[in-house]
């Protein structure tokens, strides 16, 4: 058994939960924190059979868009140039989904 973990943006993790539902697969919603962007994002958990870890992936792709993000970053006050702030936009993509997939050591349900 796996347990796959699905980082998906907050806008994707509906379709994704849903297809993942109606495609038979039970399945548990974080809400989580991007470390990088610091904004919102889901984490999906599924625990699956080893045989249907690349369907659950398939579908979590098939639901899950990448997007253009534009972080504005501005530099400490002592870092900027005689003490004035300088603030500048990075663009960053985001997603489709990051997935990792861990094996299951032991699965009961009481
Ligand atoms: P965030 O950490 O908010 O990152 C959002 C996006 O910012 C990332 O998209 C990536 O394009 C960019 N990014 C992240 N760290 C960066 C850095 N140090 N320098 C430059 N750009 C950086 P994704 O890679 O699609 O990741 C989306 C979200 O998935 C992340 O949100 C984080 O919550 C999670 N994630 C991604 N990789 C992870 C990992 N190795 N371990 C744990 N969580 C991860």
Redesign the pocket.
Known sequence: MKLVYA?V?DEDQNNVITSLNENGFSVTKLF????????G?T?IIVGVADEKVDEVIEIIKQNSK?RK?V?DTAMSPGSGLNGVMLSFP?E???????I?VLDVERYEKI
Do not use: D, P, Q
């Open positions: 980082i943006h989580s924190t991007g470390g990088f962007l610091r904004a994002n984490t990448s993000k972080m990075l960053v993509t985001v997603g489709g989904a990051t990792f």
